[in-house]
């Protein structure tokens, strides 16, 4: 379905400051100072943990069997997406925070740290396959649906914010494809979604649709400079949802608006692999809605 807008279906209190779906739509994961996982048909809580402090990403591996959340330190650790129990602790805090976390499509993990080591990881051994230093932040990090393709942000972080940043592309396997530049920035990258042969990406307080085959723009529409917290495609569509600064947005391929929600503390937004229901996350609260 090709949504035109969306209808709140529930919400329920409490921080939510980073979210993710599970790859058959059932449940869903919202990041405060614990992790908790809920149904999403029926937003009922099915279990809470506290596996790190401070965690701030979360992704759940394409089996929906784990979940792997990192905190504000770099560290790593793997639950069991039923009961949220801690499965494995693969470290992390001497690589440092950084960006978000993704799966490659044979359940490899994938993550990128400020200090600059591009990283992928057995969840089962916690071994570290690949591990590269760009001698460059890596701030953000996504993968296309079929968890094959990868385009990340570097930057230097200079006397007054990040310097010279750039979006790359890479292919999996890492050891087999060398990183692609999609684009360069003036000041700043902020959040990255890849669909088909697109890339939504924040650039210089901008949302930009770009081509992932020459890097050309689309389309571009104005941000706020705190906002583009998160953008993600609704699945097979040219749809993209937003959490931009104060609200939540609902956009078309030409980045117009479709629909629109105010919420002061919007931050992050999730959608179903089946486009059926979407996550939106706030500093205090969290909605799931659905296409009308």
Not at 134 to 159: C, H, K, N, Q, W
Request: aromatic fraction near 6%; glycine fraction near 8%.
């Amino acid at each position: 379905m090709i949504p035109s807008a969306l209808a709140v279906a529930s919400n329920r209190r409490g921080a939510c400051y980073a979210a993710a779906i599970a790859p058959d739509g059932a449940s869903a994961v919202c990041l405060g100072r614990n992790v908790v996982l809920w149904d999403t048909a029926r937003t009922q809580r099915l279990a809470s943990a506290h596996p790190l402090s401070h965690p701030s990403h979360v992704a759940f591996a394409p089996s929906g069997r784990e979940i792997a959340v990192k905190n504000t330190s770099g560290e790593c650790a793997v639950l069991d997406a039923t009961s949220l129990e801690v499965v494995g602790r693969l470290g992390g805090t001497e690589f440092g925070e950084g960006s978000p976390l993704a799966f490659t499509d044979d359940g490899t993990l994938i993550d990128g740290s400020w200090t600059g080591w591009l990283l992928a990881r057995d969840v089962t051994t916690g071994e570290v396959l690949f591990r590269e230093g760009l001698r460059r932040m890596i701030t953000e990090l996504t993968s296309s649906p079929d968890r094959r393709v990868f385009v990340y942000s570097e930057a230097l972080r200079g006397a007054d914010g990040y310097d010279a940043p750039v979006v790359r592309m890479r292919r999996w396997p890492f050891s087999a494809h060398e990183p692609v530049t999609l684009c360069e920035s003036r000041s700043r990258v902020g959040a990255l979604a890849v669909e088909g042969d697109l890339l939504a990406a924040v650039i210089d307080d901008e949302l930009q649709i770009r081509s992932l085959i020459g890097g050309e723009v689309i389309a571009r529409r104005e941000v706020l400079p705190s906002g583009g917290r998160a953008v993600v495609w609704w699945p097979d569509t040219d749809r993209l949802l937003v959490a931009d600064d104060g609200r939540f947005m609902l956009l078309d391929g030409s980045l117009e608006e479709l629909w629109a929600l105010d919420a002061e503390y919007s931050c992050d937004v999730a959608v179903s692999s089946d486009g059926t229901r979407a996550l939106l996350a706030c500093w205090d609260q969290s909605f799931m809605v659905k296409p009308v």
